[in-house]
């Protein structure tokens, strides 16, 4: 039996700007709270397989160029770090080259920011060759412009003013080989794209609409998924436990059949790079005809993790998307909390949020199933694609064919057997009504 590998002890910082208003005019949130964003980075920190020992918030009106949180501050953490035997620390915040430069100079154990752990965190659970292209292109893209300044031996080797000679023409090999391996990442991206665009045209062939999960990490969406196709896809309390996309079919109550697509959870600050590399996963998101926009109503800053997920999705273009809320982990709200008519409760959670961004709240526990049954009454309710109306068909005897599909693809309200027919009156989408029409009698209200 092979020894687990030790977890890092790892302390991390934060900096909290002063003299900066909470919100703006409309009370948006401009920033995270400095103390809840040290909480997330602490469970990313834990997901990563770290052991987070201990914590810094420093205030200050800007951030320090050179070292983030400054020079006082860095040797308290270097006090720190030495005491506790840290391993690694974390800053809440993406470090420029400079400033990581000089923090590995001036503290004992590797720093690593808060771009580096969420690349980390993908790396660890991408599973696909798609999602493994996409961190990997993320990650060079983050590694490249910090090349230069990798240790002084590297630019004072001879040759003209610190640019030339062996060390700046390793650096120079360096970047030359990162810039031809990103190069061919982003064409096999493309050819993904490409790929991923030709599966979706031909889902496209066959009228079926297709939703897509979305929601801030760790909302309960693969648990969701999980309940309403009745697949496996993994469903844990780490963030970002699901990467890579995963489409199913699912059937609603009118019998519609549809394709959920679950797609990576969102974060306050995703990396440019990771929202860049994952572009062709989100596009299942930009293509969907319906957003299902997962919350934790659980969560304290469910409203402000709601803002963050509605900003991405303007990123990709997905903002105008029809939307519906899914407000869940109802099973774990307080019992005054759940005493709340809906409207209520939304207001309470979300904000003016919640009636700007989606035309129905629905409240569900994905865990026990509860409020299921209403999800997808409304999702069928709200697809717009291949509309549902009551039609009466009048099919041979001998149309066992078309029977089937009424029985496959719609909801069949009545059926009369006459002498030489059936008379079958259904709630059947418009493609299956199209199919059908030579045997159609009239439309019914």
């Known amino acids: 039996m092979n020894a687990q590998t030790p977890r890092e ?90 400033q990581l430069r000089n923090l590995e100079r001036l503290l004992p154990a590797k720093v690593v920011d808060r771009t580096q752990l969420i690349l980390d965190i993908f790396a660890r659970r991408a599973r696909t060759a798609e999602g493994q292209l996409q961190v990997e292109l993320a990650q060079l893209n983050y590694l490249l412009p910090r090349l230069a300044g990798r240790g002084t031996q590297m630019s004072r ?25 990103i190069a061919k990442l982003q064409s096999e991206i493309e050819r993904v794209r490409a790929t991923r665009g030709v599966q979706r045209s031909q889902r496209q062939a066959v009228p079926l609409s297709t939703i897509s999960l979305v929601g801030y990490t760790n909302a309960g969406k693969s648990t969701l998924f999980n309940r309403l196709t009745h697949a496996d896809v993994l469903a844990d309390e780490r963030m970002f436990a699901t990467l890579d ?19 990576v959870g969102f974060i306050r600050d995703l990396p440019t790079t990771l929202v860049d590399a994952f572009r062709a996963t989100l596009e299942e998101v930009t293509a969907a005809a319906l957003l299902l926009h997962v919350v934790d109503v659980t969560s304290p800053v ?76 409304v999702i069928d309710r709200e697809l717009q694609q291949d509309p549902v109306a009551r039609q009466m ?43 059908l029409a030579e045997f159609a009698v009239e439309p019914m209200a």
Not at 164 to 174: A, I, M, S, V, Y
Not at 394 to 416: M, T, Y
């Open 393 to 435: 068909f009048r099919l041979p005897l001998g149309e066992g064919r078309a029977l089937h599909l009424l029985h496959d693809r719609a909801a069949v309200i009545s059926k009369v057997y006459k002498d030489e027919y059936c008379e079958v009156v259904a709630d059947a989408p418009q493609s299956l009504r199209d199919k």
């Open 302 to 377: 469910a409203s402000e993790q709601t803002e963050h997920v509605l900003r991405v999705l303007a990123e990709i273009g997905a903002e105008s998307t029809k939307q519906i809320l899914v407000l869940n982990k109802s099973d774990r709200l307080p019992e005054p909390d759940r005493l709340l008519d809906l409207p209520t409760l939304t207001h309470r959670i979300l904000g003016e949020t919640a009636r700007q961004s989606a035309t129905e709240a629905v409240l569900v526990s994905a865990q026990s199933g509860v409020g299921i049954d209403r999800l997808l009454a």
């Open 157 to 181: 080797l001879g040759g003209g003013i610190g640019t030339r000679g062996p060390g700046e023409t390793q650096l120079e090999t360096d970047r030359r080989l990162i810039g031809k391996r």
């Open 9 to 98: 002890k790892t302390l991390i910082v934060g900096v909290e700007l002063t003299g900066r208003r909470r919100s703006d005019s409309t009370g948006a949130p401009l920033e995270s709270d400095p103390e809840e964003s040290l909480d997330e980075l602490a469970v990313l920190a834990e997901s990563a397989g770290a052991d987070v020992l201990g914590r810094a918030l420093q205030a200050r009106p800007s951030l320090d160029p050179a070292t983030l949180v400054g020079s006082g501050k860095v040797e308290e953490i270097r006090q720190r770090a030495l005491a506790d035997q840290i391993d690694t620390v974390i800053f809440n915040h993406e470090l420029s080259p400079t």
């Open 245 to 263: 996309p995963i489409v199913r079919q699912i059937r609603l109550p009118s019998q519609r059949r549809v394709l959920l697509s679950d797609t």
